[in-house]
């Protein structure tokens, strides 16, 4: 029973996200309380459809490569060769989750100018913290008598890696995924201020225009995205720790 | 004996010998001017010049063969204060040069050697295990180093502090507006989270809900409830008798404040409720059977068993706070973002610099003065 109330929870919540994107002008009566006299209640200099894309395009292109590092790295450090690096490792994660987003999004403009690229390494390097800390614990965090067992059968190294950590490790990684997301998803938005194309552009010219309408739309429809994500990714992890 | 080199010696010394072949500094002719790069023997006299190549090669040797953690703490530490000095230097130098207008700002070539100086800097503490104390002495020394450089006035031809000349009142103004709103927040997320911690892990039912709730609440990005706030505290200066006169508005500090308040209360509560969870059910029933209240149970046995975890809260909401604050500036609250977004606005590095690098220092300084005083509560706590 609770199942199902969930499964039409979300589905419902991304017909909602959908039919918004596909015809915003149906839901103008909603939001035209929030804008001022006069004012557009929803987004006109751009179509939400084309931002939420580029939205969405910004953060995948930032966050796969962020995940084949932080996992290369954890595996790395995680084996006898770079087992030296572990402590080294962790507290530049620890140091590294200190830089707040919008410094190091700042930081890297003067660097890489304005644009997609200053919002893509901030949310690359953001990403890259909670997804290397997850698989380090998982990689680190399974009990010993596993691995053992796994040597005990006589497979190689590569082989303990591929079939028995790897697997038993992917939810807690998918756990630092999700982190990953909707952080990175949060930070997009303000990319915006350094002019990368994404729904943060609504907020931005709604608080410039003091318009709460533009406001809302940009920052309900980012928020909606992240729970859509956020929760479909852990119904993944769920099944992958049911399998694993 | 065959010498075999560090694993971490061989990257960072490489950084560390490319770094010194990179641009110095850069020179600007004005404020706007195009960046024209400065090597190290146009950016200084030649002899220190020289000198700071000879150290790096000391550097490098130390960071491929030494074994001992205190020379491998000693040599980054001479070099990066090497560095600083140098860079002032490499400033005073090409100012003389270039004229009044010239603006001196440190390049890549110091960037890149001065992270490769903290990594393997941080590579030694980890290495010489220092204690709690030990790790808050390296801070409090470290920090001091950088007043006494900045005291001294040794950086003062390069174009940050330039840039912090022309706004020093502010600087400080927006520092304190700053500070305000992240401890202000972590204050309030306290008063208030630490009881919901408590009510949530007694009333078992509430629990999903509440952090639920919470969890929904973060997913909404920070520059959109900071902008959704200023309509109900607008609404509450006008309407509640005594909000305007406490300083409550539609724009500035107070949605700021609120937004910062409400993405602190799930870490806060969290953990709250993760640290009663883990008291020991022994521990529980050893001090329901001494005859302790519920209450005196709560005060004297599980709130101090579970003041790791909550000062663990208490970090995570900081660190977020002092980023997160600067987003403020986007809706009139002030703080660092101020000058960062303003910097961004004029494409003005320096000034962005100056905005972010105090941002970036107070949440490490932070981070890392709380970490060492939860590994200094009684190992029982932990």
Redesign the interface.
Known sequence: MRRLAGLFLRLGLLALVLAFLLAPSAFRPLLEP?APEGAPAIYDRASLLSLTVSHLLIVIAAIVPAILISLGLAILVSRPVGA??L??SR??V??G???????VL??A??VVG?GTWPTLIALFLYGLLPIFENALAGLTGLRPSVAEAARGSGMTGTQRLVQVELPLALPVMIEGVRISL?IA??TA??GS??AAKG??EV??A??NSSN?AF??Q???L??AL??IL?DGLGQVARLADRRG | MRLRPDKLGVPMGALLAVSLALPMASLRANRIAAAEPQGLFAALPSAWAAGLLALAALAVAVALFARDPRLRLALPVAMLLALFVAIGEAGRTLAAEAGDYARVAPGAGFWIGAFALSILFTDAIIRLDLSPLGRLGVLAASSLALALILMTGQWDALSILAEYRGRAAAFWREGGHHLQLAFGSLAAALVAGVPLGILIHRVRWLREPVLNGLSLMQTIPSIALFGILIVPLGWAAANVPGAAELGVKGIGMAPAFVALFIYSLLPMVANTTAGLTAVPEGVREAAAGMGLTRRQQLISVELPLALPVVLTGVRIVLVQNIGLATIAALIGGGGFGTFVFQGLGQTATDLILLGALPTVALAFVSAVFLDAVIDLLPAAAR
């Open positions: 929030f030296e690096f402590p080294l507290a530049i620890n140091i989750q200190t830089f707040p987003p919008v410094a700042a930081l403009v003067p304005f909707v998803l949060s938005t303000i201020t350094v729904l943060g907020i931005i709604g608080l709460l406001v809302l940009g920052g309900l980012t928020g992240a729970v956020y």
